[in-house]
Antibody, heavy 120, light 110 residues
C-alpha cells in the first residue's frame, strides 16, 4: 500500500539544523510531489513547502523561505526536509505528505510524523 | 493565527449530525478546491474529503463536504464515539502562494 515512512525523533540545540527524511513506497515516486507540514504542540497544521519528486522543483512558504530546503533522491524514493537556524519555536511534529502534480488538491497519505525538539 | 477560520469545537449526541464550518476569502476557498482531514491525538492527519465534496475509498458516506462562496462545510451524520477527533480544512491561497489550513475543530460526542 501507499506509505510514507519518516525518520526518528530529533533533539537539537538552538541555532542548529535538522534534516528529516521521508521514504515513499507503494507508488511511482516521481509522479507526485512530497510536501512538508508541521504542527507545534497543541497548534494547527502549517504548510512549509514541497518538492516535485519528478523534476526536483521546489516551492516554499514565505515564512520559511531561506531557512528550509526540501530535496529528493529518486533512486531512494526519499524526500528530505532540512530546517536551519532552529529556535524553540521550531519545536513541532514535522509531517511529510504526498500531493498531486501538476496542481495540489489534497494530502494523501501522510507520514507518521517526526518530533523535533529544540532545547538548550 | 490560521488563515482559514473554524470553530474551536462542536458537539452532539451519538447518532446526531454535526457541521463544521471553514471560512476563508476569495483568494483561497472562493477560488480553489477544499480538503478536510481527521486527526486523532498523537497520530498523523488522514484525508477525509478532497476536491471539496469527494470521499476517498474507505471513508464512509456519513462524511460529506460542500462549499458556498468563501466558506466550506464538513458534515458528519450518525455521529459515533469513534468520530471524536480534530478536523482541519485546507486549500490553496493564491495571495500567499501557499497551502493554508484552518485552526482545527474538536468534535466531541456527548
Amino acid at each position: 500500500q501507499v506509505q510514507l515512512l519518516q525518520s526518528g525523533a530529533e533533539v537539537k540545540k538552538p541555532g542548529a539544523s535538522v534534516k528529516v527524511s521521508c521514504k515513499a513506497s507503494g507508488y511511482t515516486f516521481s509522479s507526485y510531489a512530497v510536501h512538508w507540514v508541521r504542527q507545534a504542540p497543541g497548534q494547527w497544521l502549517e504548510w512549509m513547502g514541497w518538492v516535485n519528486a519528478g523534476n526536483g522543483d521546489t516551492k516554499y512558504s514565505q515564512k520559511f523561505q531561506g531557512r528550509v530546503t526540501i530535496t529528493r533522491d529518486t533512486y531512494a524514493s526519499t524526500a528530505y526536509m532540512e530546517l536551519s537556524s532552529l529556535t524553540s519555536e521550531d519545536t513541532a511534529v514535522y509531517y511529510c505528505a504526498r500531493g498531486q502534480l501538476p496542481h495540489w488538491n489534497s494530502f494523501d497519505p501522510w507520514g507518521q510524523g517526526t518530533l523535533v525538539t529544540v532545547s538548550s | 493565527q490560521s488563515v482559514l477560520t473554524q470553530p474551536p469545537s462542536v458537539s452532539a449526541a451519538p447518532g446526531q449530525k454535526v457541521t463544521i464550518s471553514c471560512s476563508g476569502s476569495s483568494s483561497n476557498i472562493g477560488s480553489f478546491l477544499v480538503s478536510w482531514y481527521q486527526q486523532f491525538p498523537g497520530t498523523a492527519p488522514k484525508l477525509l474529503i478532497y476536491d471539496t465534496d469527494k470521499r476517498p475509498s474507505g471513508i464512509p458516506d456519513r462524511f460529506s463536504g460542500s462549499k458556498s462562496g468563501t466558506s466550506a462545510t464538513l458534515g458528519i451524520t450518525g455521529l459515533q464515539t469513534g468520530d471524536e477527533a480534530d478536523y482541519y480544512c485546507g486549500t490553496w491561497d493564491s495571495s500567499l502562494s501557499a497551502v493554508v489550513f484552518g485552526g482545527g475543530t474538536t468534535v466531541t460526542v456527548l
